[in-house]
C-alpha cells in the first residue's frame, strides 16, 4: 500500500521558517516526481512545488519562488519543502503527493497527484 | 496564471447525473491533455478520480467519467450518491512555465 507522511507543520511568525518532511512508502520512490500542493483556510487547491525522479530539476509556483525549496532524499524515501521569509498568505495545509512531473512533451507524462498524504498544517501569524 | 474556472456549486438528486465544467485557456487545458480531477472530502486527502482527461485510476467507479473539448474539460458524475457529496477540482498541466493550475473547486451536493 502506498502511503505519505507530511510532518513539520506548525505556528510560525511571519518571516521565520519551517522545513516539511514527507516519508513515504510502497512504492518506487525514485521513480517519480514528487509534489507539493497547498490549501488555504476557505480556499482551494494551489500546487507549491515539484521535483523530478532524481531530484536534479525542481519548479515553483511564482507566490513561493525565491522563497521555498523543494528536495528529496531518495535513499530515505522522503521528500522536503524548506520554506523561508513565510507570510501571513502562506498559512495553509500542506499535502504532499505523488507525481506531478515538471516537464511533458508529446506522449503520455505522470501529470497527475495521486496518491496524497493527509497533509500537515502550517500557520504564520505574530 | 489564474485558477481553472469551475461553478462554485452544482447539486442533484440521488440517481441523477451531474456535469462539472473547468475552463481554461489555450495554454493550458486547451494545448495539453493533461487533465486531472480529485475528489476531496474536508479533513480528508484529495482523491484521484480521471487522469489525462478520460482515464480513470483503478479502483474509481465507473459512474465517473471525464471529457474535453476546446479549452473546457468536465467531470460527469452519474447514478449520483450521498457519498458522492465532496468538492471536486481539476487540474491541468500548464507547460513548464506555470507547470500546473487547479480548478477553483466545486461543491458537490447531494439532495
Known amino acids: 500500500e502506498v502511503q505519505l507522511l507530511e510532518s513539520g507543520g506548525g505556528l510560525v511568525q511571519p518571516g521565520g521558517s519551517l522545513r516539511l518532511s514527507c516519508a513515504t512508502s510502497?512504492?518506487?520512490?525514485?521513480?517519480?516526481?514528487m509534489s507539493w500542493v497547498r490549501q488555504a483556510p476557505g480556499k482551494g487547491l494551489e500546487w507549491v512545488s515539484g521535483?523530478?525522479?532524481?531530484?536534479?530539476?525542481?519548479y515553483y509556483a511564482d507566490s513561493v519562488k525565491g522563497r521555498f525549496t523543494i528536495s528529496r532524499d531518495n535513499s530515505k524515501n522522503t521528500l522536503y519543502l524548506q520554506m523561508n521569509s513565510l507570510r501571513v498568505e502562506d498559512t495553509a495545509v500542506y499535502y504532499c503527493a505523488k507525481g506531478g512531473a515538471g516537464y511533458c512533451s508529446g506522449g503520455s507524462c505522470y501529470a497527475r497527484f495521486d496518491p496524497w498524504g493527509q497533509g500537515t498544517l502550517v500557520t504564520v501569524s505574530s | 496564471q489564474s485558477a481553472l474556472t469551475q461553478p462554485a456549486s452544482v447539486s442533484g438528486s440521488p440517481g441523477q447525473s451531474i456535469t462539472i465544467s473547468c475552463t481554461g485557456t489555450s495554454s493550458d487545458v486547451g494545448s495539453y491533455n493533461l487533465v486531472s480531477w480529485y475528489q476531496h472530502h474536508p479533513g480528508k486527502a484529495p482523491k484521484l478520480m480521471i487522469y489525462e482527461g478520460t482515464k480513470r485510476p483503478s479502483g474509481v467507479s465507473n459512474r465517473f467519467s471525464g471529457s474535453k473539448s476546446g479549452n473546457t474539460a468536465s467531470l460527469t458524475i452519474s447514478g449520483l450518491q450521498a457519498e458522492d457529496e465532496a468538492d471536486y477540482y481539476c487540474?491541468?498541466?500548464?507547460?513548464?512555465?506555470?507547470?500546473?493550475?487547479f480548478g477553483t473547486g466545486t461543491k458537490v451536493t447531494v439532495l
Open positions: 521535483a523530478s525522479s532524481s531530484g536534479g530539476s525542481t
Open positions: 487540474c491541468s498541466y500548464a507547460g513548464s512555465s506555470t507547470f500546473y493550475v
Open positions: 510502497g512504492f518506487t520512490f525514485t521513480g517519480y516526481a
